[in-house]
């Protein structure tokens, strides 16, 4: 009824290739590191001259992207799309 590559199911297999892209990204760029540095200390990275108000609303942008397609999937699964799928 899934669409499976290999008896695994596509939307882990797109998982895996998310969380090891954004895993490259974080590690690897300038703007990941970034990332890292506003959470670990907003003050101590505005005082080395970094974005702050800019790298929080990227980090925002990039959650609400996951959550966008995490949403795709989860309707494409359930064949639904009801807001209310996640209440208790």
Known sequence: AYAKVGG????????V?????????????????????????REAARLNGLPVDRIVVLAYALSGLCAGIAAIFLTARTGVGDPRIGAA
């Open 8 to 15: 695994i199911p596509f939307s882990a297999i797109v998982l």
């Open 17 to 41: 290739v998310i969380f090891a892209l954004a895993g490259l990204w974080l590690q690897r760029t300038r703007t990941g590191r970034s990332i890292y540095f506003v959470g670990g200390d």
